[in-house]
């Protein structure tokens, strides 16, 4: 199936390069009967743009989105949904000279050796302009999940460089540019940012994502374990490259006395798992986390080589993000989603619909 | 597609529990004309194999494999091809009595709250025993690997509860029963794993696999990232709580400048990358990491409930590895050389085979 | 996907030769609490096996199945359901001289210019011997199509050579060697298919199945069509070259006053549709045909080419079926079943069990 | 995967309702380097389009493309191209009535009982409207096939109600509105649908599509048979009720020895096969017959029920075409080439690209 296509039986599959006329997806699978209206993509949309503060990168992408299929009179239909955002603002003359060389930590290489051929403008097809989309069937998915289960999916930054929150307080993640979860930190963290900037260098990030309420069931015991599928879904976000269930990789050192977690008559005692058990939902909340690597976009140059195999020295204009990571919060809330209302739908499909087979612990 | 299977083109489809008359797989895709024979098996359902050592499993699986299908006079045909091994010193007495209530850290509950059935006899399905079949599909994979593009999958404990290697020698991997690069650490660890096991709890573990010589632009730009793969490979392994690729979560805290490999006439500086850049393979070694928690399968009682909901103690007796990852070593790398191989094709599917429209940096 | 699979959620995927050690496949997605025992499958095994008449091959299949997992205590559990049945009574050296000579109308030519070399002994992987995993997989589907939809599904051969029934009686096709329905023709066939088989030459057939009590719903409007699923599975079986749903290629010559079928308050007046409108079930019986061409192996010989591309004369040798549509009718039963069992599961995956939006037709 | 998606590897996936603001669609797998243009699409789509005489449909489709990705420079990048064509000449009035009512004959009911809500306006997504992405995606599949194999696919009407061409020339398949073979029977069979639609009724056809040059060894032994995928293909496209290989359903009253096609040195005598044995293609022409059903959109009055089960009179009005047979030629070419697309890119997954194991026969 296509390379650019995610999900089973809730499928996306997206098109579009940075500079082209256009970036669009395809969702399929979507029950029918939800309602949905071009409104409920506007703030997810919003919470991944560019421009809304310094310190993102200061492209001003205003992502309106056309509904091309799918709904009729309000709901969706059943039949695929088309969404469609044109591309504004591209300044292609930024990325002229790139076509020739390789910029150090990028795609461009790796493109070309894969293809012979390339679009260089903005990215092309490696831009994170594509994740656009994945928002946007993210609120789909999301709102699917929250009708039909009561899910909700939240995420927020848990790393931005050396910085870790020492509160975790979902009501102040909206309410700063970070998706910090400690609002003490944030004004360090803004001069941390400022000074970065100026630097003209660029850090990496960890993001968190949760989903309350999902049902215990969900997933499978070998290939398509809910954790292979969120493993799948977050590491084919731009920039990341580590992802972790419940401890993560503090599991390496843990003994399994304190790891597992215990259950009695009201519940788990404790969530080292993640929420996943045997690659299966135990009804906990799901955690997942995903480390970004520093954007290599920046001011600061570096060795590369050209089409020809020549030295060459590469500093990277445009307008970056020096932390990819700050907007890759709704990305991976939506890669969350879209996995969990695939796997809903694996689940009914051979299990039927969520039963109460025993009563379920929280 | 089966939730039973891994793989698009390179596929792996395997049945079978860990107390049922056998296990078994299909592996489908597999190019016609390489030698294969039982012999070829030996050496890696070997390394995987319980009781090789007083720090694993006592029991003793044969593990005598029979070629069932998709081989003749000694070639791989380019059809299925049918592995089979008889399951043999099975104990379901061990487990009689769990049938009844939910092993805290298991599969137990989420199995039940699924499918509302299961087979408990020694973790039923979602028993380690599975893997014996990745380990065989695993050896074609490398096989084939080997013989088309020189490719070399290796791999190595990197983690062993609190315990890191400080030397990194391959040689001596296979030297010890810990698969680990330290020969120097390993009287240390004998006596680490022997209080651990008088203590009858166990400890989590990591894993680290590097593939050499995988050519330049295998993956894909969006979904079927060559690390996304990986990523969901390692995780679909039993315990496996975090992969990472690279320098993984390292990266959180990493500046773009020193993250990102420059490039010049003699190749790249450094593999921060792990080898993957925008998902597609730069011709470096594909370094991967995964992190797998302590067994919940241990001598000390645990809370848990019973299918009536009722708080019980369990104490899993049985045979368990103290440390579910000394054994793990093998199976990453069959995991590895299962998406490299199923990345080979799909190359070559849009691509053509390896090309070289510019010299290969190493 | 692997090319030996069929099906996206309801899977089938098989394994082996006619003359290898066995021939097994892999179920898996069939929901869990079906019982299923290794009885359930005598029956269409035995309707599908060689050797019950004198009009078909003489070879003797015992066809004794296996359950190797999926089962705990007489009912799936939801996990992947292995079968294997040893090959028995090969005659190997009735093929001998194949391997250096294609015979016409095999797959012979096409297997060794897709691979470069093939397993030569009965045919190996294209042999009909694959089909007896079909119908063992189909026993599965059909028993849970019974027992959770009350759907029946049978078969009957509609046409052999140029003879066609005159009568449509389910009650006598199980009475006489040709699943045939009209029972005074019978003594006719025994003498048109003796004379055939004394002249050395063989005939084609085809073979019409219906499934009664399917709910509307079940398919889906595109590529998902449930008349395309069965297209593709009845035309995966050996040797057919024609699929037709309802009134199949009549409809060339119909108009469409003629053809549409009208509803009224007790349902459709006439089912010219085959159960099938836009893609999707009617809830009308799903009737498809299938055309057999005769099997290329007669005693009457035939020009070919050897490998050197040498002009030879083949005489197929060995024990064949004069028509291999006779045995075929289990086979299709099987195939629509697994369509069938396929889209029950991606229907209620999307849209929930059947539900009833509208008092169902009949 | 989608059930909106054709293809394993060359994938297409379409969206769009017929009087939404737009249709589209996605093709993805395409090789890079592919030269193409909007000015590819014209031609095909002129075939297809409505409003071209008066036999065919007269609402008047300007299908302006759009090509919104996957072209850098006049050639195809190796990433997915996304399709648009903006929806004009919509008359949703024409079908304000049939919400209440289910046309017969017609997808509204079973739509209605799958999902339980739809878009009614020109049948929404079960209009013939979709079919003009197929044409689409189909060109540039053709346009592959032709520039990296030689390969040609064409198509031509071979029944049209009761009448079949006595001649067969190429050469005036496009001179005549009917795609027709026999230039000496167009005037009849203007005289016929003149007829026809001064009657109010429909009639059915029946498409034949070849493709030459297609190397020996494409396809898969079992359930990705080349036939098989072929019979998927065709029979998806609307009102398609019979799908033929070679001769088809003639071949139920052969004897083999009159059926297979020998071989000698200068290649097969005959092409009984259509090109295809055992699943796999032998290098002769590819021949495939669909059978459409009249169009059960007609003047003349219909019985019916409603949305409550009350008896009504159906006459549907709009713009129809009297026999949708013959605008489906170009559409059965399109997914020809899909087919053949997508299982070039199979064969060279595994087998490498076409290699010449054996000097092939013509």
Known sequence: MSSNSFGKLFTLTTFGESHGPAIGCVVDGCPPGLE???????????????????????????????ILSGVYEGRTTGTP???????????????????ETFRPGHADYTYWQKYGIRDPRGGGRSS???????????????????????????????????HRPEAMDWDVVETNPFFWPDADQVPMLE???????????????????????????????????????????????????????????EAAAQLGSAHRDSMGVDGFASNHAGGILGGISSGQPVVAHMTLKPTSSILIPGDSIDLQGRPVEVVTKGRHDPCVGIRATPIAEAMLALVLADQALLHRAQCGDVGEVLPRLV
Chains 1, 2, 3, 4 share one sequence.
């Open 36 to 66: 949905l209206d071009t409104d409920d993509f506007a703030m997810d949309l919003g919470r991944r743009a560019t421009g809304r503060s310094r310190h993102t990168s200061q492209r001003r992408e205003t992502d309106a989105i056309e």
């Open 191 to 249: 001069a941390y940012m400022d000074a970065l900037r100026k630097s003209g260098d660029s850090v990496g990030a960890k993001v968190t994502v949760v989903a309350e309420g999902v049902p215990p069931g969900w997933g499978a015991p070998i290939y398509d374990k809910l954790s292979s599928g969120i493993a799948s879904a977050l590491m084919s976000i731009n920039a990341v490259k580590a992802v972790e269930i419940g401890d993560g990789i």
């Open 128 to 162: 994170a302009r594509e994740t656009t989309m994945r928002v946007a069937a993210g609120v789909i998915a999301k709102k699917w999940l929250a009708a039909r289960y009561g899910i909700r999916i939240r995420g927020c930054l848990s790393q931005l460089g050396p």
């Open 81 to 99: 949904i088309g969404l469609l955002i044109r591309n504004t603002d591209q300044r292609s003359k930024d990325y002229g000279n790139l076509l």
